[in-house]
């Protein structure tokens, strides 16, 4: 009777394969780039109507950035969050970081919609805040899956 040669069974990994991941690595560094620009063009107002246009489409940039790392994300997260909270593998940084991206959808949201001054300026300060800290969290988060992909840990 035939009997097909099948492959002995891989342990399955919560580690991204090689096209979303740098599909990942890309938009993280596109959001992060295009928000350190819109920043750095909005505290260095000097010459505003040279510094607008930059201004403006670093912002397209970003908002379509954060649309496409939004439908990433939801792919990361039936394929790799799940999956390592079940088996509870890296819960602190992978949940710390969850929770920054969590605050930057929200905060960006409203960045889009909300009116009044204040609640205006205290989103745009979250949002600055967090998106300079996802950048450490991501590095954090890889660091300590890869030292626990390696045993060290």
Known sequence: MYQPHVPARRRRTARLGPHRRLALYATFALLLLTGL?????????????????????SMKLHGAAAMYATFLLGIVWSAHIRMCWIQRQNRLAGGLFAVVVGLLVATGFGLYYFNGEALRGATEWLHWGGGLAVGALFWLHLARGRRQAAGHD
């Open 37 to 57: 620009a819109w920043l750095l063009a909005r505290w260095l107002e000097l010459e505003p109507e040279t510094l607008a246009p930059w201004r403006a489409w």
